[in-house]
């Protein structure tokens, strides 16, 4: 007897020193050993990936002026560097005055001119032989209105083969001089140059060059209509020297024609000006260090703005290179402390990231995508940099608290406001502002049960941040009530952003469970309602593993509250865990209803088949209905690699009595696993396996229940059921406590209360409890 338990005994016994070798601290790692680890390999690449793109984002917001007009601002602001600068106003107005100096240039009309000039000269000869008006040409007569008296006038001045010296000298000065100072003007011409001092005219000469100024008194060809002679026009002829006598025959003749003398060159006036404009030197205006730009308090004016963005273009093109390296380099630093801090602590706090480097990916996107939409805004709208700065943050904490838990999202949304508050080059008061934001959301989140949840989440989040931005105001503005309407408005930002946050995190909920393979307590409480087709289909299929189902998520629900773990969680968990036996549900003692066993007439092994089964059967069910990943968790691990002890026993006993000499092997009646990964997971287990047990007890005392829990609890736990989840020896004795409170109160109207001698069940009790475990 003796050599027949030594086996058993030592294997208890290994298993006992596997245990308190799990619980006892592990010496920490080397340091290169770590290293080499290809996890952290993996992390180190994705935080230098995280760090690289949070480098350029805050770099670049850094690099940005956020100040706009009507801003009352908190503080003051000085150059940072000496610098001399364009007064464009000052430029543009030497610009002007340097064009307006210029002059504008006037060239001979030389076609009409050399035609006024030429019949000028061949006036007297054409009428030299002639001896009456008979004699000269229509032509003529038209051009000059000849009459006889004029004939006469003009005879006296052709000489032998041609003009006199006199009447050429003549013609030749009012071509060239008479009407080039008192010019003939077309309308617009005659408008400009009127308005126009005479040292602003100049004569452009054929060279190139031009004269001035030209100092006559204009003469609008309109005047000269139907051939009018105006008195001005004979003035002219007389200047040039002809006599009285024949000055009207000349003005006639200029008036017949109608022709300007003088024409604005627009090509060579536009070229002078512009010349003369670009030949101005700027007007430099020089700052120093140290100038300021505007005081603490100042309500931000255009003319300020605008000094503002010069000084800053100003210092990113001339700025030494210290001046903006050092800072550079010290932000980078800054960042990539965060970012170690931030990996470090996602993968110590939480196994699912360090295990799985996609889930630190998606954090560090979450996070950067957030920086991305803060900076993005802010600098295309400064004064809603509140909003942009508030809303990311309280949306990524949001997601996060959903994703994995309190600490996580308050300890990731300080990195992430540390961030924000660096980029937009921010006081501690906004970071502070942004943090009790934030803290005041995911505290409000401890459990997501309903939307009502997230709404009033966010409502409070939505109050404090409000009135932490007045609050804020009246720390840092030196002067509130010049900026009323400014904190006003950002108090409305605050909290019009936080209240839009809960209504699209309401909207976005099932989309963050799917991303994240979540599942929230909104979900959790739909899937519990009775009225859900899968539990509808249990109840009717197997009423009693429905029942049975009821009292474990019962059980299983106090026993997770009593450490803290998440109670609702267990319970649908509880509800779901067996749902694979309505394909087969009376081969379940639960609901055979004293019914014929029909594992009678089946080998141990077929029965192992038909019990096992239910587990793969909940699973494909699960699967087919949509139920989130956690809950098939407790489906699959709710009897983890547990033995199957009733039959394997029966299997046992067949085999002796056949006589075989192979006796069926443990592993060959366990279940496939896996153990449970989660306490939750844990307590079901042991809740379900309790509850089993109880139910086939008659009139089971307290002292047998407590016997019953204490050594099923003992068996999972020696059996390494427990190893892969984190459930401590202590928490499970208060797991214990609160299954065993449980069980009691359940069985409390039907429980007989023996002497102590009678505590303990009978053998056929017992056969009962070990069937009703295998079911």
Same mark, same amino acid.
């Given at each position: 007897?003796?050599?027949?338990?030594?086996?058993?005994?030592?294997?208890?016994?290994?298993?006992?020193?596997?245990?308190?070798?799990?619980?006892?601290?592990?010496?920490?790692?080397?340091?290169?050993?770590?290293?080499?680890?290809?996890?952290?390999?993996?992390?180190?690449?994705?935080?230098?990936?995280?760090?690289?793109?949070?480098?350029?984002?805050?770099?670049?917001?850094?690099?940005?002026?956020?100040?706009?007009?009507?801003?009352?601002?908190?503080?003051?602001?000085?150059?940072?560097?000496?610098?001399?600068?364009?007064?464009?106003?000052?430029?543009?107005?030497?610009?002007?005055?340097?064009?307006?100096?210029?002059?504008?240039?006037?060239?001979?009309?030389?076609?009409?001119?050399?035609?006024?000039?030429?019949?000028?000269?061949?006036?007297?000869?054409?009428?030299?032989?002639?001896?009456?008006?008979?004699?000269?040409?229509?032509?003529?007569?038209?051009?000059?209105?000849?009459?006889?008296?004029?004939?006469?006038?003009?005879?006296?001045?052709?000489?032998?083969?041609?003009?006199?010296?006199?009447?050429?000298?003549?013609?030749?000065?009012?071509?060239?001089?008479?009407?080039?100072?008192? /010019?003939?003007?077309?309308?617009?011409?005659?408008?400009?140059?009127?308005?126009?001092?005479?040292?602003?005219?100049?004569?452009?000469?054929?060279?190139?060059?031009?004269?001035? /100024?030209?100092?006559?008194?204009?003469?609008?060809?309109?005047?000269?209509?139907?051939?009018?002679?105006?008195?001005?026009?004979?003035?002219?002829?007389?200047?040039?020297?002809? /006599?009285?006598?024949?000055?009207?025959?000349?003005?006639?003749?200029?008036?017949?024609?109608?022709?300007?003398?003088?024409?604005?060159?627009?090509?060579?006036?536009?070229?002078?000006?512009?010349?003369?404009?670009?030949?101005?030197?700027?007007?430099?205006?020089?700052?120093?260090?140290?100038?300021?730009?505007?005081?603490?308090?100042?309500?931000?004016?255009?003319?300020?703005?605008?000094?503002?963005?010069?000084?800053?273009?100003?210092?990113?093109?001339?700025?030494?290179?210290?001046?903006?390296?050092?800072?550079?380099?010290?932000?980078?630093?800054?960042?990539?402390?965060?970012?170690?801090?931030?990996?470090?602590?996602?993968?110590?706090?939480?196994?699912?990231?360090?295990?799985?480097?996609?889930?630190?990916?998606?954090?560090?996107?979450?996070?950067?995508?957030?920086?991305?939409?803060?900076?993005?805004?802010?600098?295309?709208?400064?004064?809603?940099?509140?909003?942009?700065?508030?809303?990311?943050?309280?949306?990524?904490?949001?997601?996060?608290?959903?994703?994995?838990?309190?600490?996580?999202?308050?300890?990731?949304?300080?990195?992430?406001?540390?961030?924000?508050?660096?980029?937009?080059?921010?006081?501690?008061?906004?970071?502070?502002?942004?943090?009790?934001?934030?803290?005041?959301?995911?505290?409000?989140?401890?459990?997501?049960?309903?939307?009502?949840?997230?709404?009033?989440?966010?409502?409070?989040?939505?109050?404090?941040?409000?009135?932490?931005?007045?609050?804020?105001?009246?720390?840092?503005?030196?002067?509130?009530?010049?900026?009323?309407?400014?904190?006003?408005?950002?108090?409305?930002?605050?909290?019009?952003?936080?209240?839009?946050?809960?209504?699209?995190?309401?909207?976005?909920?099932?989309?963050?469970?799917?991303?994240?393979?979540?599942?929230?307590?909104?979900?959790?409480?739909?899937?519990?309602?009775?009225?859900?087709?899968?539990?509808?289909?249990?109840?009717?299929?197997?009423?009693?593993?429905?029942?049975?189902?009821?009292?474990?998520?019962?059980?299983?629900?106090?026993?997770?509250?009593?450490?803290?773990?998440?109670?609702?969680?267990?319970?649908?968990?509880?509800?779901?865990?067996?749902?694979?036996?309505?394909?087969?549900?009376?081969?379940?003692?639960?609901?055979?209803?004293?019914?014929?066993?029909?594992?009678?007439?089946?080998?141990?092994?077929?029965?192992?088949?038909?019990?096992?089964?239910?587990?793969?059967?909940?699973?494909?069910?699960?699967?087919?209905?949509?139920?989130?990943r956690a809950i098939i968790h407790f489906i699959e691990s709710h009897h983890g690699t547990t033995l199957v002890e009733y039959f394997f026993h029966a299997a046992k006993q067949r085999a002796e009595e056949a006589g075989?000499?192979?006796?069926?092997?443990?592993?060959?009646?366990?279940?496939?696993?896996?153990?449970?990964?989660?306490?939750?997971?844990?307590?079901?287990?042991?809740?379900?396996?309790?509850?089993?047990?109880?139910?086939?007890?008659?009139?089971?005392?307290?002292?047998?229940?407590?016997?019953?829990?204490?050594?099923?609890?003992?068996?999972?736990?020696?059996?390494?059921?427990?190893?892969?989840?984190?459930?401590?020896?202590?928490?499970?004795?208060?797991?214990?406590?609160?299954?065993?409170?449980?069980?009691?109160?359940?069985?409390?109207?039907?429980?007989?209360?023996?002497?102590?001698?009678?505590?303990?069940?009978?053998?056929?009790?017992?056969?009962?409890?070990?069937?009703?475990?295998?079911?």
């Open positions: 007897m003796n050599t027949s338990n030594k086996p058993k005994t030592s294997g208890r016994s290994e298993q006992r020193r596997q245990e308190i070798r799990r619980n006892i601290p592990k010496p920490a790692a080397d340091i290169r050993q770590a290293i080499r680890r290809p996890e952290f390999i993996r992390s180190a690449i994705i935080i230098f990936a995280f760090l690289i793109v949070l480098s350029i984002l805050v770099a670049w917001a850094r690099e940005q002026v956020w100040t706009y007009p009507g801003l009352v601002t908190k503080q003051a602001q000085l150059t940072r560097l000496d610098y001399r600068l364009e007064n464009a106003a000052a430029t543009q107005t030497l610009r002007d005055e340097a064009e307006a100096a210029s002059p504008f240039i006037y060239i001979p009309n030389t076609a009409a001119l050399d035609r006024l000039h030429s019949s000028l000269l061949g006036l007297p000869t054409a009428i030299a032989g002639t001896e009456s008006l008979v004699d000269v040409a229509d032509e003529l007569k038209q051009l000059f209105k000849l009459d006889e008296a004029n004939l006469a006038k003009v005879k006296p001045f052709a000489g032998p083969g041609g003009p006199t010296d006199a009447w050429t000298k003549w013609s030749d000065a009012l071509v060239k001089e008479s009407l080039i100072q008192a /010019p003939i003007l077309d309308p617009e011409t005659f408008q400009l140059f009127s308005t126009q001092a005479a040292t602003n005219r100049a004569l452009g000469l054929d060279n190139g060059m031009f004269e001035r /100024p030209l100092r006559g008194e204009p003469l609008n060809v309109t005047e000269l209509q139907d051939g009018n002679v105006p008195p001005r026009l004979r003035e002219i002829v007389r200047r040039a020297g002809f /006599p009285a006598s024949v000055d009207s025959l000349v003005a006639t003749r200029i008036a017949m024609e109608a022709r300007p003398s003088l024409l604005l060159d627009r090509n060579r006036t536009d070229t002078l000006r512009t010349e003369a404009a670009s030949g101005v030197e700027p007007v430099m205006i020089e700052h120093r260090a140290g100038e300021t730009l505007y005081l603490a308090g100042d309500r931000i004016s255009d003319s300020q703005q605008q000094e503002v963005l010069r000084e800053a273009k100003m210092f990113a093109l001339n700025a030494p290179w210290s001046s903006r390296w050092i800072p550079r380099i010290g932000i980078v630093s800054l960042l990539a402390a965060l970012s170690i801090f931030l990996a470090a602590f996602t993968s110590m706090t939480h196994k699912r990231i360090a295990k799985n480097p996609l889930r630190l990916v998606a954090i560090c996107l979450l996070v950067a995508l957030s920086l991305y939409i803060s900076v993005l805004i802010s600098a295309d709208a400064p004064a809603l940099a509140l909003a942009a700065s508030l809303g990311p943050l309280l949306l990524s904490v949001m997601i996060l608290r959903l994703a994995y838990d309190q600490r996580l999202a308050i300890a990731l949304g300080a990195i992430q406001a540390a961030i924000v508050t660096l980029a937009l080059q921010e006081t501690l008061g906004w970071f502070l502002l942004l943090a009790a934001g934030a803290g005041t959301l995911v505290a409000q989140l401890d459990e997501v049960r309903s939307r009502a949840c997230l709404i009033r989440a966010s409502s409070i989040a939505a109050a404090v941040s409000a009135v932490g931005a007045v609050v804020l105001a009246m720390i840092e503005l030196p002067n509130l009530s010049a900026a009323w309407l400014q904190v006003v408005a950002d108090a409305a930002q605050a909290g019009g952003v936080a209240l839009c946050v809960g209504f699209l995190v309401l909207g976005i909920l099932p989309s963050i469970e799917r991303v994240f393979h979540i599942t929230t307590g909104m979900t959790l409480a739909e899937l519990r309602d009775p009225r859900r087709p899968l539990l509808r289909e249990l109840q009717q299929r197997a009423p009693g593993t429905y029942d049975h189902s009821l009292q474990v998520a019962s059980i299983a629900e106090a026993a997770a509250e009593a450490i803290g773990g998440d109670g609702l969680l267990v319970y649908v968990g509880g509800l779901y865990h067996d749902i694979g036996k309505m394909h087969k549900p009376q081969y379940f003692v639960e609901n055979q209803k004293g019914g014929e066993n029909r594992h009678d007439n089946l080998s141990p092994a077929m029965s192992l088949l038909v019990i096992i089964g239910h587990v793969k059967d909940g699973i494909e069910l699960a699967r087919e209905y949509r139920v989130p075989d000499k192979e006796s069926p092997q443990e592993v060959e009646f366990r279940y496939p696993g896996p153990k449970p990964n989660t306490k939750e997971a844990a307590i079901l287990m042991l809740s379900d396996c309790v509850e089993s047990a109880t139910r086939a007890m008659v009139d089971p005392t307290p002292g047998q229940i407590e016997g019953l829990v204490h050594d099923l609890a003992r068996k999972r736990l020696l059996d390494g059921q427990f190893d892969q989840c984190p459930m401590t020896l202590a928490e499970l004795s208060k797991v214990k406590e609160a299954i065993l409170a449980r069980v009691g109160a359940i069985h409390h109207g039907r429980i007989a209360y023996p002497s102590e001698g009678d505590a303990k069940p009978s053998e056929e009790e017992l056969e009962r409890v070990e069937a009703a475990e295998a079911g």
